[in-house]
C-alpha cells in the first residue's frame, strides 16, 4: 500500500475490483440476445439512405483530431510555432536568456 | 526584435561578467591553496615524477586523464561514423562534392618530406620526457599529428589511401586506449584503479626521483612514462583519422 | 589477494569502457558486437546490483579513491582535504545507475535487429557504450570536475548518435543543434568549477559543500549556482531551453533513445546534486530556488503537452511529451527544495513530494524508453514518420500496439500502471504547498492523455490501408526489448509501495542529508 | 564607487569576461553555421584562459622541478588549472572535430551553411 501522506492508493485491490467489474460486464454481455443476426441490411450503417463510402476514405487522420482545440487555442500556437522556429541561434538567445535572469535573481534575492 | 533581445542579453551578460570579475581574488594572490600545495610538496616523493603537472594529469586525477582519452575517443568514432559514406536519400540534397586527385608542387612536398621526421622525433621526445619537461602524451601525440598531416595534406588521395589506412589508424587508437585503460587497471591488482603501481619500485621508469629541484632522471616516474606513451599513440592514430577522413571528403576520395 | 567487493565502483566504469574501446576493431560483425556490448553492460549490472547491496546495508555513502593506496583512503594521510577524485555512492547515485543500466542494455538488446541495415555498426556500439559510460560517471563521480567530463563524454556521444542515420539531413541538423547546445551548456558548467575553484581550491563535491556550509555564501557562489542551475535545466530540457530535445529525440535511432534518456535525467541528478547536497548545508533562501524550479516545471508541463498536440511526427510528438514530464519532476523537486527550511512542512509533505519526483524520475525513463522503441518499431516496420501516412497498423502489429496503449496509458496516469503511482503522490503532496500546482498538473496528465489518444489513433486505428499490407511484426529482439520495460511498467505500477520502499526512500533520504555526504569523505564533521 | 586598482590588477579576469561576451554574441548573432563553432570555441578558449588566470601566483614558476632556477623551490604556481585546462582544451578539439563534421554533412544535405536554411526540424 502506498501512503502518500493524505491517502493511500493499493494497485491490487484496483485490479481485483476491475476484474470483478470486468466480469459483471463479460456476464451482461453473454445473457444478451442470440437471436442477432450477424448478416443482411442491420449492420450497416443508415446515411439518410446514400450509400456507404469505401473505409479508406472516410479514414481519420491524425491531423484531424483535435482540430477543435487546436482552433481555440490558435494564438497561443502562432506564438509557439514563432518560438520553435528551428533556428540554433535561437536555441542559444533563450539559454543565455534565463541564464541572466537567473543570474540576476539570484544576485538580488538571495 | 530579436536583435534587439540578443543585444540587450548581450550587454547585460557582459556587464554581470565583468562584476563578476572584480568580485574574484585579485589576479595572482590566490586566497586559498590547500590542494595543490600537497600536490607541489608531494608530488615527487609519491610519484617520483618532476613535472608536477603531469603527475597530476595521469596520477592524482588520473581518472579525468581517462575521461579526456575517452573524450577524444568519442569524438573520432563519431567523427568517423558521421562521416562514413551514405547514398543521398533525401531529394533536397544537392551538393556533391568533386574529385581531386592531384598532389601539392614539388616545393610543399619536399619540404614536408624533409620536416615529417624532424617532427616526428620532437614528438616522441615530449612524449617520453612528458613526467620531466613540459609536454606529456597528449601534446606530443599532437605534435606526430601535425606531422602526419603534413604528409596528407602534401600528397593526392590515391597516394594518401596508399600510404596510411582508417583501419590501421582506428586499431592502433583502440590499442593506445586498451593500453592506457590496462596500466589503470594495474593498480587495481596492487591497490586501487589508477594506483601508481611501478612507482618507486625498481621496475623499468621506478627509479626514485631526487627530492628538490634536479637534473631529471628519465627512468622514474612509474606507470606516467606508459600512458604517456599509450595516451600518445592514441592521440596521433584519432587526430590523423580525423585528419585523413576530413581530407578524403574534402578530395572526394572517400572511403566505402 | 586483491578483495573484488572494494573495487565495484571502479569496475562499473572501467567494464563498458573496455568494451567500447574493443567494439571498433569488429567493425562490422553485428553478432559480435551485440554480444560484446550486452555482456558488458550485463556484467556492469551485476556489480551495480552488487553495490547496491552494499549501499542500502551501509550507514555512510560508499567512497573510492582512484590512485590512492586503499579505496576507503578518502584523505591522504595527515592532509585535511581531499586531493584524489573520489566516487561518492549514495541511495540516489545507486538509484541513478540502476536505470541506467537497464536501459542502456535494453537499447543494445533492441540496436541488435534495429542497425543491422546500416553501415558503422562498430562505431554504433561503441557510442552506444561511451553515452552509458558517461552518464554511469555522471551519477557516480563525488568530484565536480570529473562529473563535467563525463557529461562531455555523454553529450559528444549522444551527438554522434543522434546523426548515426547521417543520409538524412534532419538528423545532422539535430545532432548540430544538440551539440552546440550542450557544449555551450558544459562549457558553462566549467566556467563555474572554475569559480568555485578559485575560492576553496577544492574540486570535491564533498568538501567544496562543506567549505561552503562553513564560510557562508558568497557572490561568486551564487553567480556558480546560476551558472549551474541554467546549464543542468538546460541540459535536462526544461521549457524555454528544451528545443533541442525534439529535435535531437526524434532524429536519433529508436536504440539509441533510452540511453539518451538516461543522460538527460543524468544532467537533471546534476541538478540535485549540486543545490540539495553542494549548497545543501549553506544557509540561503531556498524558497528562492524551489520556485525558480517550479516556475520552470510548471511551463514545461503545460508548453510540453500543447506543442506534442499537434505534432505529426511520431518521434518528435513523444519527445515534446517527455519535455512535459520533466516538468512534472521538476515541480516536486522545487517544493521540496522550498520546504527544506521548514521542519513541519517538510516532515508533512516536503519528503513525500520528494520521493514522488525522484519515483516519477525512474518511471519516466521506463516508459519513455518503452515509447520510443515502439514508435521505432512502426518506423522500421513502414519506414514513415509521419501521422499523416500512418493508420490501421493495429492489424499488422499487434503486440506493438498494446505496448503503445501501455506505454501511452503510463505516461498519462491511468492507474494501475506505474505513471499513476507517482503522479498520485505528486499530486497530493504539492496540493498541500500550492493547490494550483496540482490543479495543472491534473490538466496537463488529462491533455497528455488526450494527445496519446491521437497518436493511438492516427498510428494504430482505422481501416487497412493498401500500401501497409505488406508490414510485418517487429522483429523478436526489438519486441523483447520493449516487453522488459513494459514488465518493469506494470510490476513498478503493481507494487509501488515495496519500490518506494526498497529504492526511493533511501534516495530521498541521501538527498536531504547533506551533512551525511559531507562526512563521507571528510570523516565525522 | 569603483576600486580602480582592483580594476587594473583583475585586467586578466575582464579579458575573460569580455571574451565570453564575445562569444555569446557570436553564437546568438551570426548567420554561418561555421562562425557560430567559431563561437563556441571562443566561449571555451575564454573558459581556458579562465582556468589557467586562476593558477597564477605573482612572481612564481613554472610546477616543473627539472633544473628549474634556485628561487623556484616553495614557490611554484598552482598546478592544478594547468591539468584542469589540458583536460578542458583536448574536451574542446573533441567537439570542435564532431561540430564540423556536423556542418559538412550538413552542407551536402542542404546546399548552405546558413542557419536560417539549416532548420527542416521546426514546431
Redesign the interface.
Known sequence: ???????Y?E??I??LT?LLLGCIAYFIYIRGNPKHKKVGEQLKPFLSGNPEPA??LV?????H??WG??EA?AP??RK??E??????????????????I??????G?? | M?KG??IT?FF??LA?MCYLALQLHPFGEPPNKDMDQYFIDHAQEEVSANNVVTSIVFDYRGFDTLGEATVLFTAVAGTVAVLRSFRFKDKLAVKKLILMDKDMSVIVRTISNILAPIILTFGLYIILHGHLTPGGGFQGGAVIATGIALLIVANAPSKVKRMISKDLLNAAESLGALGFLGMAFLGLFSATFFFNAIANSGFLFGDKTPLGINYGNLNTGGTLPYMNIFVGIKVLAGLGAIVLVLYLLAKGGEEE | MMDISQHYPALIIAIPLFAAFLCPLFKERIKALATLAILALLATLIFVVLLAGQVYTSVAPITYTYGSSSPGLTLPSGYHVPVRIIFEIDGLSILMALITVILALVGAIYAYSSIKDESGKGKFFALLLLLTVGALGMVLTGDIFNLFVFLEISSIAGAALVAYYNYRGEANEAA??YI??SS??GV?VLFAIGILYSEYDLLNIAALGNAISTTG?S?LD??A???F???F??KAGTF??H??LP?AYGEAPAAVNPPLIASTQASLYALLRVTYIMYGGAV??YT??GW?LIVLGVFSMI?GV??A??Q?DIKRFIGYTAVSQVGYMLVPFGVGLSTIGDDVAFG??GI?ALQ?GLFHMINDAIYMGMLFMVVGCVYHATGKRN??E???LARNMPLTAIFFMIGGAAVSGV??FNG??SK??IY??I??FHPLLSIIAIVVSIITL?AY???F???FL??K??EFENVEEAPTSMLVSIAVLAALVIVF?????LV?KTIIAPAANALVNPYGYYAGVLGGV | MINWEIVVQNFPFLVVGILMAIG?YT?????NLIK?VIGVEIIESAVNLFLITLGYVEGAYAPIYTMAPKAAENNMVLPTPQALTLTAIVIGLAVTALMLALAINIYRHYGSLD??V??????
Open positions: 500500500m502506498l501512503n502518500t501522506g493524505f491517502g492508493w494497485p491490487i484496483f485490479a476491475f473505409k479508406e479514414h481519420i487522420r491524425g491531423r483530431i483535435y482545440f487546436k487555442f497561443v500556437y509557439l510555432d518560438m520553435h522556429d528551428g533556428d540554433v541561434r535561437n536555441y542559444m538567445l533563450w539559454f543565455f536568456g534565463i541564464l541572466v537567473l543570474m540576476l535573481i539570484f544576485l534575492g538571495m | 530579436r533581445v540578443a542579453i547585460v551578460f554581470l | 548540430f543543434k552546440t547546445v555551450v551548456g558553462l555564501l557572490t551564487l553567480f549556482l546560476a551558472l542551475v541554467g546549464a535545466a538546460m524555454p531551453m528545443m533541442w529535435d540561503f533562501n528562492t530556488l525558480v508548453f500543447l506543442m498536440l499537434k505529426n508533512t509533505y513525500t514522488a501521422m499523416e500512418l493508420g490501421g492507474p494501475p499513476f503511482a498520485i503522490m497530493e503532496s496540493y498541500n488526450g489518444v491521437k497518436a489513433q492516427g498510428i482505422g481501416p490501408l493498401k505500477g503493481l507494487m509501488p509501495s518506494v | 555569446v553564437v546568438t548573432m551570426k548567420r557560430i542557419v536560417r539549416a532548420r527542416r526540424l521546426r514546431e
